[in-house]
C-alpha cells in the first residue's frame, strides 16, 4: 500500500499537496519525517501549543529537555547567524529588521515527530485531490490566465495541464497556502530540533528573498515547514527557480500570477522535463502476470510492454513504441496498473511521492478533459494500520524475509519482503500489505 505517513523526503519544497499524502499509505518512501497536515484558509484560532513531550523519532535533539533548552538559546542562535547572511547580500540593518519578531514556533517540534496511527488509501487520497469542485476551479484557472499559459508553454516546454495541477493540489488554487511565517518556522527549525543544518539554509534563504525584495515579509507565509505561494516553493526552491516572468524587477510566486506559471514551469523543465510527452498511462495487466516486473528500476520499451500483454485501459495504442516506461502497481494484483514515463518522474522530484504524482498526472489528464481512470480500486480493501504495518514487518523479519529494522514505515525494502512471503505460499507477488496477508502471516 501506498504510505507517505511522515516519511517525506527532504527535497526542494514540502508542500500542502503533499501534506495531504501524510493521511495516506504510500510506496518506497525515503527516511525522513517532514509530513504535514493539511492547510486550511487563516482563522481567527490561535495555534496549537507545543505538548511539551519528546518527539517520536527518539532522536536527541527531539526530546523535550533538548527542545527546551535550544528555545531558551534562540535569539543568540538567530543573532549567530548574521555572519553567514552577510555572506549572502543581506545588510545587517535589513537583519536586524527582518528578524527582531522572531519567536520559537515549538508547536513545529510536534508537527515534525509526529506518527499518525491510520492513513488512507490511494484511492481516498486520489478522491480527495481529483474531485470536481477542483476541476471546475483549474479549467476557470486555464481560462483566466490563457496567454500566460500560452507564453510559458512557448518558452519552457511543459504542459500547461500540469502547471495547472500543481496549483491545483498543492493550494487549492491559493485558497490553502498555510499561515505561519517563513522566516519565523525556519528560524526555529535552523536553531532546535533534529534538522538544523538543513533548515540553515532555508532560513539564510528566506532571508536572502527579502532582503532582494522579491517578496515582502506578510507575503512570505506558508507551512510549518516553510513552503509557500500557491504551488509551495520552499526557500531554496525559490532561490533556484524563481524567475521574473513580466520583467517588473521582482520574482513574485505569491500574488504574481505570471512569476508564478513561468518559475512552477522552470522547475519542471530544469528537473528534466519531455516536451510532447506523457507522464504514464493506466495499463490492463494479463492474467498471471509476473509483479516481480513492477519496479522502478525496471523501465523498459512500450513495445517490450505490449509483447508482454500490457495493453491501455482506454483501448489506445502507446503512441511511441520505443519509449520507456516502469511499471506501477500501487494496489497490488487487486487494482489499476500504471506505465510511468520520465516525466513522472520529473513530478516526482517536485515531491517525492508516487502517489503524489499520480494525482498531479490524473489530475492534469481531468484538466485536459479525459475521463477518470477505467479499472476499480479495491475499495474493499482494509487498510493498516501503523502498529498492524510493524506487525507485518516483524512477522517477515521472524521468517527470514524483512533485513531492516521494523518500523511501520513500508517502503522498498518491505515490498521485496513481502513479495518473498508471497512466492513461498503461492500468491501473486504484488508486494501488497493487505490484511489477508497480515493474517497468512499469522498463520491464520
Aim: proline share 6%; net charge neutral.
Amino acid at each position: 500500500m501506498f504510505e507517505i505517513l511522515g516519511q517525506m523526503k527532504m527535497s526542494k519544497r514540502i508542500g500542502l499537496g503533499a501534506a495531504l499524502g501524510a493521511l495516506l499509505l504510500c510506496t518506497v518512501m525515503p527516511p525522513l519525517a517532514m509530513a504535514q497536515a493539511p492547510s486550511t484558509p487563516p482563522t481567527n484560532t490561535p495555534p496549537l501549543p507545543w505538548t511539551g513531550e519528546d518527539g517520536a523519532s527518539g532522536h536527541p535533539l527531539m526530546t523535550a529537555a533538548a527542545i527546551r533548552q535550544s528555545a531558551a538559546n534562540f535569539a543568540s542562535c538567530v543573532a549567530g547567524y548574521f555572519p553567514d547572511a552577510a555572506k549572502r547580500g543581506v545588510s545587517r540593518a535589513n537583519f536586524e529588521r527582518f528578524t527582531a519578531d522572531l519567536s520559537p514556533d515549538l508547536r513545529i517540534m510536534d508537527l515534525m515527530d509526529s506518527q499518525p496511527e491510520f492513513t488512507k488509501a490511494i484511492w481516498e487520497y486520489l478522491d480527495i485531490l481529483v474531485n470536481d469542485n477542483r476541476l471546475a476551479k483549474g479549467r476557470e484557472v486555464l481560462a483566466k490566465y490563457k496567454p500566460i499559459f500560452d507564453a510559458a508553454e512557448k518558452a519552457y516546454g511543459v504542459d500547461r495541464y500540469i502547471v495547472a495541477s500543481i496549483w491545483g493540489i498543492e493550494s487549492n488554487y491559493s485558497t490553502q497556502m498555510g499561515d505561519r511565517s517563513v522566516l519565523n518556522s525556519t528560524a526555529t527549525l535552523a536553531c532546535v530540533g533534529r534538522r538544523q543544518a538543513y533548515f540553515k539554509d532555508e532560513f539564510l534563504t528566506a532571508l536572502e528573498i527579502l532582503n532582494r525584495g522579491d517578496l515582502r515579509p506578510e507575503q512570505l507565509r506558508g507551512s510549518w515547514a516553510g513552503a509557500f505561494g500557491p504551488t509551495q516553493f520552499m526557500p531554496t526552491a525559490f532561490k533556484r527557480f524563481a524567475v521574473d516572468g513580466d520583467g517588473d524587477g521582482r520574482r513574485d510566486v505569491v500574488d504574481n500570477p505570471t512569476d508564478l506559471i513561468f518559475s512552477t514551469a522552470n522547475n519542471l523543465k530544469k528537473d528534466g522535463w519531455q516536451t510532447g510527452q506523457s507522464w504514464g498511462y493506466e495499463v490492463v495487466l494479463p492474467q498471471g502476470f509476473d509483479f516481480m516486473l513492477a519496479d522502478r528500476a525496471k523501465a523498459t520499451t512500450f513495445a517490450q510492454w505490449d509483447q508482454l500483454g500490457l495493453r491501455r485501459a482506454d483501448g489506445h495504442p502507446f503512441p511511441r513504441s520505443n519509449d520507456k516506461a516502469y511499471l506501477l502497481a500501487p494496489a497490488g494484483a487487486g487494482g489499476p496498473g500504471f506505465l510511468m514515463m520520465q516525466n513522472f518522474r520529473v513530478i516526482m522530484k517536485y515531491n517525492p511521492a508516487e502517489a503524489y504524482a499520480l494525482a498531479i498526472g490524473h489530475f492534469a489528464d481531468r484538466l485536459r478533459g479525459a475521463p477518470a481512470f477505467v479499472q476499480p480500486w479495491p475499495r474493499q480493501e482494509r487498510v493498516l494500520s501503523r502498529t498492524e504495518r510493524l506487525e507485518l514487518q516483524q512477522l517477515l523479519a521472524q521468517r527470514g524475509f524483512y533485513k531492516g529494522t521494523p518500523d511501520g514505515q513500508l517502503g522498498s525494502m518491505t515490498r521485496e519482503a513481502l513479495r518473498g512471503f508471497q512466492a513461498s505460499i503461492g500468491s501473486p507477488t504484488d508486494g501488497f500489505a493487505s490484511s489477508e496477508m497480515l493474517d497468512r502471516l499469522r498463520g491464520r
